[in-house]
């Protein structure tokens, strides 16, 4: 096809409507020009299933491909080149294994630690979720592969996923849940988005036409292709009325016939089924533009870009004492997941790797001549005795893959209790003992950090894991990772603890915009480890803190300073906050963040972009980002609650000033300048208002704050008309205007 040919101008109403649903499981229908395309399941591998055999759950085997770290892992490099750089090596895979569109980037947000699927995802937080998942994105897509932007939209549980209803007010949907997907496809451009199986309001995803055209395509400006979730579409005829454009899998030609009769009855449109099939093959003619000829994939070099995203998506928890790194010496090795380890999670991503690296090999590899221990820990009294006589024990710790999957949530955070039992014991005869984690979901760490002088979290780390850990032990890499969540001290301290999961079909987000530390932080409720955490082998210091407002928004710089002794990558977090806010935010937010490698005794200074977007909130009222004005709080630190520099600016806002009516409320007019000199006059001319305050033992202005102005009538005893007030108000906006 060429860009200048309508590739379905030949095609009937019948051919066009089964452009809309899948050939196959993963195969859509090559029907006159338009050829078929392969999406298959990413986010961090290609799963290219193989033979007869398919389904949506990893059951069938699939084609040998990288696993990268999940987004779990993935996420906690905060490194965007990093992922860019993953995104092309999977574009290429896809390539390689004949793959048009990679189902991919899951970046829907980590509302509740129970969710099952939340190793698939980034964060708790839009922005860093969001520049993530721009970056994969880019990657793949530069390769000639479409992505698939998912779960559109606030698919944040597991539990009746296909039916719950995520009710959640507007602000919070903007702000919050729907930001994400808003970064990804402004920066993006993601050549499609994948509708999610919930209901959003009472309407499915997949149904809803404000979602999938008022939003996303009018106001995003999205020019692609929308695609179900396998098995999402539960009335496609509703569905295509809405925006989408393929339901994917096959329905055997019965959804496809319901819109042929759809549109002969004339309830459905037939431009809109045009519309639809023009999209399909629009990506059809993309995709395969530059897939048209077979590649083939550097497995070596793959595998070593997945070792170096596990290095550094690996967090140095707890370091007391400086017991790591560990230097070459005898050491006790305890833990099932040391030989084999856990590195992805469960269900429709699972992939089938290119190799595998074992922790326990890999630390013997470092370990040269020294001896190393294997105990499973299964019988404690030989770990106790393999530790007791070696120089240091590390412990490895973590959930099964039955623990946490695709399709159902936890009921708790807590790693196994005969895990926690392992390591005290193994700590009580060996002081010098390491935890490893391996999960896919945060679990409670105080019990660990208690018993262990150190922890590192590996979150799940992909095929190459085991050699990464085994580096950042040994000190071959300096640990850079950070937390892309919070870790509570305990479940009930989540800010979704009482609203999940879904309750007769619904879940309700009464946590509103306090999602993850940003709920902490409101309520100073004490975590185990806060958003944003990770020690490294070097300290730095930060100064030099300089904030400038700019046209989109803030330059942040600074200087970062190596004052240790070895060389290190450190991830410089910027937090705004605006005091005095006019509506309820956060104590503080993520607004930008930077990676900057510096040697030690060397320093360099940094300069963070803000835009004007990170700094504003969604206004129900406008329908629009607003951006206050104001003095706002700007903090640069190592973690949300480690900020070591703060420096305040003066920004100039965009408030849309509404006219005064008679519904304003007395405080709403003091609080402007204009109205409030106008309005203190009034009210010590009329009687009662002008009565002292003791007259009433209260604050009278203060008790009239939230009293329509329109009241004033009857509240004056006749002294005040309401053609008076309408003069009065019609003043005030004319001096406002």
Same mark, same amino acid.
């Not at 919070?486 to 306090?514: K, W």
């Not at 990676?595 to 972009?609: L, M, Y």
């Given at each position: 096809?060429?860009?200048?040919?309508?590739?379905?101008?030949?095609?009937?109403?019948?051919?066009?409507?089964?452009?809309?649903?899948?050939? $196959?499981?993963?195969?859509?229908?090559?029907?006159?020009?338009?050829?078929?395309?392969?999406?298959?399941?990413?986010?961090?591998?290609?799963?290219?299933?193989?033979?007869?055999?398919?389904?949506?759950?990893?059951?069938?085997? $699939?084609?040998?491909?990288?696993?990268?770290?999940?987004?779990?892992?993935?996420?906690?490099?905060?490194?965007?080149?990093?992922? *860019?750089?993953?995104?092309?090596?999977?574009?290429?895979?896809?390539?390689?294994?004949?793959?048009?569109?990679?189902?991919?980037?899951?970046?829907?947000?980590?509302?509740?630690?129970?969710?099952?699927? %939340?190793?698939?995802?980034?964060?708790?937080?839009?922005?860093?979720?969001?520049?993530?998942?721009?970056?994969?994105?880019?990657?793949?897509?530069?390769?000639?592969?479409?992505?698939?932007?998912?779960?559109?939209?606030?698919?944040?549980?597991?539990?009746?996923?296909?039916?719950?209803?995520?009710?959640?007010?507007?602000?919070?949907?903007?702000?919050?849940?729907?930001?994400?997907?808003?970064?990804?496809?402004?920066?993006?451009?993601?050549?499609?988005?994948?509708?999610?199986?919930?209901?959003?309001?009472?309407?499915?995803?997949?149904? %809803?036409?404000?979602?999938?055209?008022?939003?996303?395509?009018?106001?995003?400006?999205?020019?692609?292709?929308?695609?179900?979730?396998?098995?999402?579409?539960? @009335?496609?005829?509703?569905?295509?009325?809405?925006?989408?454009?393929?339901?994917?899998?096959?329905?055997?030609?019965?959804?496809? !016939?319901?819109?042929?009769?759809?549109?002969?009855?004339?309830?459905?449109?037939?431009?809109?089924?045009?519309?639809?099939?023009?999209?399909? !093959?629009?990506?059809?003619?993309?995709?395969?533009?530059?897939?048209?000829?077979?590649?083939?994939?550097?497995?070596?070099?793959?595998?070593?870009?997945?070792?170096?995203?596990?290095?550094?998506?690996?967090?140095?928890?707890?370091?007391?004492?400086?017991?790591?790194?560990?230097?070459?010496?005898?050491?006790?090795?305890?833990?099932?997941?040391?030989? *084999?380890?856990?590195?992805?999670?469960?269900?429709?991503?699972?992939?089938?790797?290119?190799?595998?690296?074992?922790?326990?090999?890999?630390?013997?590899?470092?370990?040269?001549?020294?001896?190393? +221990?294997?105990?499973?820990?299964?019988?404690?009294?030989?770990?106790?005795?393999?530790?007791? $006589?070696?120089?240091?024990a590390v412990v490895f710790l973590g959930l099964t893959a039955e623990e946490e999957s695709e399709g159902y949530d936890r009921?708790?955070?807590?790693?196994?209790?005969?895990?926690?039992?392992?390591?005290?014991?193994?700590?009580?005869?060996?002081?010098?003992?390491?935890?490893?984690?391996?999960?896919?979901?945060?679990?409670?760490?105080?019990?660990?950090? @208690?018993?262990?002088?150190?922890?590192?979290?590996?979150?799940?780390?992909?095929?190459?894991?085991?050699?990464?850990?085994?580096?950042?032990?040994?000190?071959?890499?300096?640990?850079?990772?950070?937390?892309?969540?919070?870790?509570?001290?305990?479940?009930?301290?989540?800010?979704?603890?009482?609203?999940?999961?879904?309750?007769?079909?619904?879940?309700?987000?009464?946590?509103?915009?306090?999602?993850?530390?940003?709920?902490?932080?409101?309520?100073?409720?004490?975590?185990?480890?806060?958003?944003?955490?990770?020690?490294?082998?070097?300290?730095?210091?930060?100064?030099?803190?300089?904030?400038?407002?700019?046209?989109?928004?803030?330059?942040?710089?600074?200087?970062?300073?190596?004052?240790?002794?070895?060389?290190?990558? *450190?991830?410089?977090?910027?937090?705004?906050?605006?005091?005095?806010?006019?509506?309820?935010?956060?104590?503080?937010?993520?607004?930008?963040?930077?990676?900057?490698?510096?040697?030690?005794?060397?320093?360099?200074?940094?300069?963070?972009?803000?835009?004007?977007?990170?700094?504003?909130?969604?206004? +129900?009222?406008?329908?629009?980002?607003?951006?206050?004005?104001?003095?706002?709080?700007?903090?640069?630190?190592?973690?949300?609650?480690?900020?070591?520099?703060?420096?305040?600016?003066?920004? !100039?806002?965009?408030?849309?000033?509404?006219?005064?009516?008679?519904? $304003?409320?007395?405080?709403?007019?003091?609080?402007?300048?204009?109205?409030?000199?106008?309005?203190?006059?009034?009210?010590?001319?009329?009687?009662?208002?002008?009565?002292?305050?003791?007259?009433?033992?209260? %604050?009278?202005?203060?008790?009239?704050?939230?009293?329509?102005?329109?009241?004033?009538?009857?509240?004056?005893?006749?002294?005040?008309?309401?053609?008076?007030?309408?003069?009065?108000?019609?003043?005030?906006?004319?001096?406002?205007?």
């Open positions: 096809m060429t860009d200048s040919a309508d590739p379905i101008a030949g095609l009937d109403l019948t051919e066009q409507a089964a452009l809309g649903s899948g050939a $196959s499981f993963w195969t859509t229908k090559a029907i006159g020009p338009v050829p078929a395309l392969m999406l298959t399941d990413g986010p961090h591998g290609v799963r290219r299933q193989s033979g007869s055999a398919t389904d949506h759950l990893g059951i069938s085997g $699939s084609e040998p491909a990288t696993c990268f770290p999940p987004a779990v892992g993935l996420s906690q490099t905060w490194d965007p080149d990093l992922v *860019e750089r993953i995104g092309r090596a999977l574009g290429d895979e896809s390539r390689a294994l004949g793959v048009h569109v990679l189902l991919g980037p899951g970046v829907n947000i980590k509302r509740d630690p129970r969710c099952g699927r %939340n190793f698939e995802y980034f964060s708790e937080d839009p922005l860093l979720s969001g520049t993530l998942g721009a970056a994969w994105v880019r990657g793949v897509q530069s390769r000639g592969v479409g992505a698939s932007l998912k779960h559109f939209a606030a698919n944040n549980a597991e539990h009746d996923r296909m039916r719950a209803s995520s009710d959640v007010d507007d602000r919070t949907l903007r702000e919050i849940y729907l930001r994400t997907f808003e970064i990804v496809v402004r920066q993006a451009r993601p050549w499609t988005v994948m509708c999610s199986y919930n209901r959003i309001n009472g309407v499915y995803a997949s149904e %809803n036409a404000w979602l999938l055209t008022t939003v996303l395509r009018d106001e995003w400006g999205f020019d692609g292709l929308v695609v179900s979730d396998w098995g999402a579409v539960a @009335d496609r005829v509703t569905a295509v009325a809405a925006g989408l454009d393929l339901e994917m899998p096959t329905t055997g030609g019965l959804s496809n !016939a319901e819109v042929v009769s759809a549109v002969r009855a004339g309830s459905l449109g037939a431009d809109v089924v045009a519309r639809a099939a023009g999209r399909v !093959a629009r990506l059809a003619d993309k995709v395969t533009e530059m897939t048209c000829t077979a590649t083939v994939f550097d497995v070596d070099a793959h595998h070593e870009l997945a070792r170096e995203a596990a290095q550094r998506a690996i967090v140095l928890v707890q370091n007391d004492g400086d017991l790591l790194p560990l230097a070459p010496a005898p050491l006790a090795v305890i833990g099932g997941v040391a030989q *084999e380890p856990r590195y992805q999670g469960g269900g429709s991503s699972h992939v089938n790797p290119t190799r595998l690296d074992v922790p326990l090999e890999e630390i013997r590899r470092l370990a040269g001549d020294h001896p190393v +221990t294997y105990c499973p820990g299964t019988d404690i009294a030989a770990a106790v005795g393999a530790a007791e $006589s070696a120089d240091a009921g708790h955070i807590d790693l196994p209790a005969d895990q926690l039992e392992l390591l005290r014991a193994v700590v009580q005869a060996q002081p010098r003992t390491v935890a490893v984690l391996s999960h896919g979901g945060v679990v409670r760490l105080d019990a660990v950090a @208690d018993a262990a002088p150190a922890v590192v979290d590996g979150a799940l780390l992909g095929q190459a894991g085991g050699g990464a850990l085994a580096d950042v032990l040994f000190g071959v890499v300096n640990p850079s990772g950070r937390l892309a969540e919070t870790v509570p001290l305990r479940l009930q301290d989540s800010p979704a603890y009482l609203n999940f999961p879904s309750e007769s079909g619904h879940t309700v987000y009464g946590e509103r915009i306090f999602v993850g530390y940003r709920w902490y932080d409101a309520r100073d409720i004490p975590v185990a480890f806060p958003f944003g955490h990770g020690l490294s082998y070097t300290r730095f210091d930060y100064s030099g803190l300089e904030v400038d407002p700019t046209e989109e928004g803030l330059s942040v710089r600074l200087t970062v300073a190596n004052t240790g002794t070895r060389p290190g990558r *450190e991830v410089v977090q910027v937090y705004a906050g605006l005091p005095g806010s006019a509506v309820a935010r956060p104590v503080r937010w993520l607004a930008g963040f930077a990676t900057v490698t510096v040697d030690p005794g060397e320093q360099r200074t940094i300069e963070i972009p803000v835009s004007r977007t990170d700094l504003a909130f969604w206004s +129900t009222d406008a329908g629009r980002w607003v951006l206050e004005t104001g003095r706002y709080s700007v903090s640069v630190g190592a973690s949300s609650r480690d900020l070591r520099v703060t420096a305040t600016v003066a920004v !100039a806002g965009d408030e849309p000033r509404s006219p005064f009516t008679r519904d $304003s409320t007395l405080g709403e007019l003091l609080a402007d300048p204009v109205a409030a000199k106008t309005i203190l006059a009034v009210l010590d001319s009329a009687s009662p208002f002008g009565a002292a305050d003791s007259a009433l033992g209260s %604050n009278l202005l203060r008790m009239l704050e939230s009293v329509p102005i329109g009241r004033m009538a009857a509240f004056s005893a006749g002294q005040v008309t309401r053609e008076q007030l309408d003069e009065l108000l019609a003043g005030i906006n004319a001096q406002r205007s």
